[in-house]
């Protein structure tokens, strides 16, 4: 095998090394995403699309829920994502004013944001609950109904329902990181495993 011709192959090495190695760090980082957050990401275009389109044509009023509920109803039926579906309105119209500030270039995004702000306004005074999931969201109405009665033994007992659900529901979030970083890392590899195999048939030339 001559020089000119083992150059080569250490020049293509070298290069298919640092496509793997770029692969990897960019499929464990920033490509590889759970089909469940995709589904995500997805309905919740499609909620801040139809809200905008209603808030456009002047069909939203911000005193009445039952329209901004409408609209997630809409993409429920459209889009099939549990995440979604478990997501709170006041939550999803959270997003939506980021998503007003940070990406929309439309010129009534100003007004559709107060718009929507003072609806949050208005629902978070007359349900300050609103934003939890429904199990600690049914918990601290409990807790708040025990204080206000003034049984403090019930009070007590609704506080370690509510702190004992939310610490379980942390330990998920933190299994379900490591599960997907754990995805993540399999998906990397085998890419890395592909370029490997490539090597090899170098070789044997």
């Known amino acids: 095998m001559s020089t000119e011709y083992i150059n080569v192959i250490v020049a293509a090495l070298a290069a298919l090394f640092s496509a793997a190695y770029v692969i990897f760090f960019a499929r464990v980082f920033t490509i590889y995403k759970p089909?469940?957050?995709r589904r995500l990401e997805e309905a919740k275009k499609d909620f801040f699309a139809q809200l905008n389109n209603r808030l456009d044509k002047g069909l939203m009023r911000n005193d009445k829920e039952e329209d901004f509920a409408q609209v997630k109803r809409n993409v429920e039926r459209n889009k099939s994502s549990a995440l979604f579906e478990i997501s709170?309105?006041?939550m999803l119209l959270e997003d939506y004013l980021a998503?007003?500030?940070v990406d929309a270039n439309a010129a009534q995004a100003p007004d559709h944001y107060r718009f929507v702000q003072a609806f949050l306004d208005r629902l978070r005074a007359q349900k300050p609950f609103s934003s939890l999931p429904p199990n600690e969201r049914l918990i601290a109405q409990a807790l708040q109904q025990g204080i206000e009665r003034g049984e403090k033994e019930e009070a007590r007992s609704?506080?370690?329902?509510?702190t004992e659900a939310t610490a379980a529901r942390i330990d998920q979030a933190n299994r379900d990181a490591r599960r997907n970083a754990q995805?993540?890392?399999v998906g990397a590899l085998a890419s890395v495993a592909?370029?490997?195999v490539g090597i090899i048939g170098l070789f044997r030339l």
Do not use: K
Request: proline residues 0%.
């Open 35 to 37: 089909r469940r957050l």
């Open 88 to 90: 709170t309105l006041d």
């Open 99 to 101: 998503y007003l500030v």
């Open 158 to 162: 609704r506080l370690s329902e509510l």
């Open 183 to 185: 995805l993540a890392l």
């Open 194 to 196: 592909g370029f490997t």
